[in-house]
Structures are given as C-alpha cells and as structure tokens.
C-alpha cells in the first residue's frame, strides 16, 4: 500500500470536524462538532475522553494537509490569456491565487454553485451578490480550486475595475471563449457602471454558447435592478448578506452567541476573504463603532447610491440621492437601527434624537427589582452632551441641521433598498384581542446584529467620557455599563431566535410571530398549521433559570386562549445562555446556541 492509500485509510478511522468549547453555567463544557449534508451535527465529548479526541483531531489536520501536498498536481504552465486589455487569469497563476481558500470551509451555498457548474446546460448565469465581507471573492475561489484539473484549465477570472466598460468585457470573453475558456468568473462585476443597462449579453450571448458565467458583486442593489430588468429570468442567485448563527459557528469554529450579537453579518478580518487588502486592518467590519459607521457608509449608502446613478442614467428613485449627495443617508439609515423598534416612520428621522439604549437603560436601573443596585445615575449625567458625541460617532444629525427636508417618500424608499439589501426582515406581531389574520403588525429586526450592537458600544464610549460617571467607582461604572450591554443584549437575541426560527421551517407549515396579550407577551410562538399545534418560547440572556422568567408560559388564563386560537400547545420552553434543563416548576430550559445550531430538531 502507498503512502497516499495509508493516509486514506487512516483518515476514515479519525474524527470530522473540530472540538466547540461552550461556556454554560460557569462550567466548560466540551463538544464534537460536523458538517452533515449542510447541517451542524454535535456530540458531546465526555471530561475523560477530551484529550484523545482532541489527539485525534489534530491528526486528522495533519493527515489531510500532508495528503493534499502528496496529491499536488504538477504545476500547469502558465498560458497566455488573450483578453485585450481586460487583465483573466489563468493556468498555474489561477491555481495561486485560489490555493488558500479551498482549506476553508464552505459556506452552505456553495452547493448551489457547483450544481450550476456541472449540472445540465443552461442559458441562465449565476450570479453571486452580497455586502462587503460577506465571502463572495471565496466563494468563487473555492469553486475554481475544488475543480478538477481538466475543468480549472479552460477557467479563467477577472476582477473587474472602475472605469472598465461593458464592452471590454465582452471583447475579453470573446477572446477567451474562441481560445477555450469555458468556465467564466468576473468579480466584482458592479464596478463596470453600464453592467446593469447591458447585462442580458451574458446570458442571451455566451450563455446561450455554452459558457458557464458565474459573476459577483458588492454592489446588491444594481444586481437587484438588474433582476428586474435587464437580467430578469436569466440567473440563478446566490445572496450572501445573510449569515446565520449556525453557518457563522461552523465557519469561524465559535458557539458564543454573544460573539454573534457582537460580530455577526460578516466573516471577520484575516479569516476568510483573501482578495480584500482592507479586511487584514484590525479595525475593519463591527469591531469598534466607527469602523460600523464607515461599514455602514460604504457598503449600504454607497452601495444605494452607485445603482441610483449607474441605472438609466441615475433617472430612478431619486429621493435617495439627494440625501447621498448631502451626507445624509448615512444618518437617516443609522436613526432607524438605532431605534429600538427599527421603526420606518418619518418622526424617527425628523425628532431630535434621543437614545433608545440610553432611555431603556435609565428606566430599569431606577426600577432595579434589587433595591441595593438601584441607581438614578443616568438621570444625573450630562445627558446632552453624551447624546452629542454618540451623534458624532455614528454621523446622526437633527433635523434642523440637515439640508435635506426629510419626506415619507426617503423612509419608504430606504425599507424598500434596505429590504432588496437583506438587511431587515419583519417577524409579525399579534395579539390575544382581535383575529388572528386582521391583526398582525410587523416588528422589523436587523439582520445583521454586529452593525447594531456597536452602535450600543459607542453610546457605552460616550458615556465614559461623562464626568460625573467618571467619578464612580469601576465596580459601578461596570454594573452600568453592563446593564447598558445587557439590554440590547437581550433584545438582540430576541430578535436572533425569531429570524433563524422564521428562516429555518418551512413557511407553508409553520408560522413564527410574537405574540402579544394585555399585560404581557410571549417572546416567540411556532405554529404548526399541519397538526394544529403549537410551541411557546420566551427568549433571555441570562445564564441562569429565573422562575419569574416562565410567568408569561404559567399563566393558564392566557395560555387557555392561545389553544383555543393555534391548538394544543406541545411545548413550553425558555431559550437562554445557560445548560439545557428541566426546572422544578416543569419548564425547559434551552441552550440557545444548540438550538440554534439544530433549529429544525427542536
């Protein structure tokens, strides 16, 4: 047996996957974790058993690398690409520049683009979009270099740049088609700012040829436009803005949901776009509040205002550009993230601005159930000032300083770019009073929730700067901050559990929705329409079960009312950061990281 059959051999009898490490009640707890048919699998690795699994493991990493430099093809000789003065990459230089990417995991996309790849012809193109930082540069590396060696030879890519037209393009994959290149992958294809006029070429004309295409962008919403004109009914799409909690712990090998709250909607610096020279800076995607702010700037108003200009000639829509082109869109978009509600309603753009963490936080500090930590400490600080600098930081203005008469025509025309972004979704509210149907409000989240909880880190930032807070001891100043941070905390993964548990059943089946009551609600209701039944969820972020917690799942008065409207109720349970557990008072408590890993196992 050779030495590439014994590694073989010796792979099949060693673990997949990595080992998690969970923080729950204060104790850590070890895990095996896999991906199955593009699903999280987890097993419990026993105290006694850790240090062999984890041996295992490690050589498991060293076998596969070990067998992939064994299995290394001679390097391809470099060919030369004939594609005018558009710069395609190819042969041994194509394999450099992917190598790295396919030792990454795969986000769960993936799939899509290898079924189009090598699945049966078509004349459609695929096209991949999503915001900065969200792996589409990786995407389209991975799939080069998981190809064989006849396939990668008649691939080529471009990275497309500002002030390339259209027309190159084309010139370029003329060349390259009548050389032999069959497998086409443009990055970055929004740069090129008559691609949304003139984008149907790929498909009706190459396509149509026999050319797989696969094309990206940061720019979503020109690939948005484009759908509905110019490319519509010829793409398959990926959208990459979204990132679950279970792709974003399998890809970054993390189960902290507070590291979700904190960093989620990107693939952070350093770990996983190769192509993005900015992504190595430690100050780039949510890790401080004005790398947000600039975030939010260039890769969602930027993003807005490059597709209102570049389509028919900046005709369409407007409203939106004059509040690009006065520095305002930024502000109006931050309002209402910051908002507790997400609210799109003009007085969220137009009242003086007022911190909703800070407000929430100022009431339940002088409402303490504990009289010992009560404080009015909010109540005392220079409030006026804090407002100021956290307005500073995240490029808020007041109405009076704007140039900009803000309209009900921007706030409708930011939810509707906002929604074609990915970047809200709306987890209907109803109530115990009224029908079912004919009462449903909506109740907007962000789904990208590091964009948001910077936003609380900077109003913590200003708030240090205060004076009279300054002079409290650090003991305090934590207890503050901490509820400051908990709080948003809170409703941040209220807000997570609600969007995966929508995302994640099947539509046609269950309903997902809030559920509100005189005097009350219930965070989270599943209703299985097939079986008429339900399960009632409340959602914390503690680590450790509270009775007070579950009043709302024992009140038999309200939850008699809700059988009578969506059936026999099949569970009662609490989604928290603490261990999985039945309480004395019968009520389940769920890791919210497992259960969000395993939605569809619930």
Not at 380 to 400: F, G, H, P
Not at 428 to 452: F, H, L
Not at 540 to 567: A, F, M, S, W
Request: net charge negative; hydrophobic share 35%; glycine share 4%.
């Amino acid at each position: 047996m050779d030495r590439i059959e014994q590694i073989k051999k010796e792979l099949e009898d060693l673990p997949k996957g990595y080992i998690s490490n969970k923080n729950i009640g204060g104790k850590v707890r070890h895990y095996l974790q896999w991906n199955e048919n593009g699903k999280i699998k987890s097993k419990y690795i026993k105290d006694d058993e850790y240090e062999e699994i984890k041996a295992k493991i490690e050589r498991r990493k060293e076998l596969t690398a070990l067998l992939k430099t064994l299995e290394k093809p001679e390097p391809t000789p470099k060919r030369s690409t004939v594609a005018g003065s558009i710069n395609a990459i190819t042969g041994a230089q194509l394999d450099r520049l992917v190598a790295e990417s396919v030792k990454l995991d795969t986000r769960t996309c993936f799939s899509d683009i290898e079924e189009y790849l090598y699945g049966p012809w078509s004349p459609r193109i695929m096209v991949v979009y999503g915001l900065r930082r969200t792996g589409k540069t990786t995407l389209l590396f991975q799939a080069i270099g998981k190809m064989d060696d006849d396939a990668r030879k008649k691939a080529f890519y471009i990275k497309a740049q500002k002030g390339q037209t259209m027309s190159e393009l084309y010139d370029a994959i003329d060349r390259l088609f009548k050389a032999g290149y069959v497998y086409a992958f443009i990055d970055e294809i929004t740069f090129i700012e008559d691609f949304i006029d003139t984008a149907a070429v790929l498909s009706d004309i190459y396509a149509a040829s026999g050319m797989k295409i696969v094309i990206s962008g940061t720019d979503s919403l020109g690939f948005w436009l484009a759908e509905r004109n110019e490319l519509y009914d010829r793409t398959f799409t990926i959208h990459t803005t979204r990132i679950s909690f279970a792709e974003h712990a399998r890809l970054l090998h993390t189960d902290d949901v507070d590291d979700y709250i904190r960093y989620g909607g990107t693939l952070r610096a350093g770990e996983y776009d190769f192509d993005d020279t900015e992504l190595r800076d430690e100050s780039v995607s949510f890790r401080n509040d004005e790398s947000t702010r600039r975030y939010i700037d260039s890769a969602i108003c930027r993003n807005i205002q490059h597709s209102l200009k570049c389509y028919e000639n900046g005709t369409r829509f407007m409203h939106l550009k004059e509040l690009y082109d006065a520095g305002e869109l930024t502000n109006a978009i931050n309002r209402i993230i910051e908002d507790m509600n997400h609210r799109f309603v003009l007085s969220v753009l137009k009242d003086d601005f007022r911190s909703s963490d800070f407000s929430l936080a100022e009431k339940n500090l002088v409402r303490e159930r504990n009289a010992a930590l009560r404080t009015n400490i909010l109540q005392k600080v220079d409030r006026e000032k804090i407002t100021n600098r956290l307005m500073q930081i995240l490029d808020i203005q007041n109405a009076s300083d704007t140039a900009v008469e803000l309209k009900s025509v921007h706030v409708e025309e930011i939810r509707a770019y906002l929604e074609a972004l990915d970047l809200i979704d709306d987890i209907p509210v109803r109530y115990a009073y009224g029908a079912k149907d004919e009462s449903d409000t909506e109740n907007i989240v962000i789904t990208q929730p590091g964009m948001r909880y910077c936003q609380a880190e900077a109003l913590v930032w200003s708030l240090r700067k205060d004076e009279l807070f300054a002079e409290l001891s650090e003991a305090e100043k934590d207890y503050v901050i901490g509820k400051i941070l908990d709080e948003v905390k809170g409703r941040m993964l209220e807000e997570i559990v609600l969007t995966e548990t929508k995302h994640a059943l099947n539509s046609r089946r269950y309903d997902v929705f809030k559920y509100q009551f005189i005097g009350g609600e219930i965070d989270m209701i599943v209703y299985d329409k097939k079986n008429n039944a339900c399960r009632l969820y409340e959602i914390k972020h503690g680590t450790v079960p509270v009775k007070e917690q579950c009043r709302h799942l024992l009140n038999d008065r309200e939850c008699d009312k809700i059988r009578q409207i969506y059936g026999e109720i099949a569970e009662k349970s609490v989604i928290y950061r603490g261990e999985a557990q039945l309480t004395e008072w019968g009520i389940h408590y769920l890791n919210a990281a497992e259960f969000l890993e395993n939605i569809e196992e619930n």
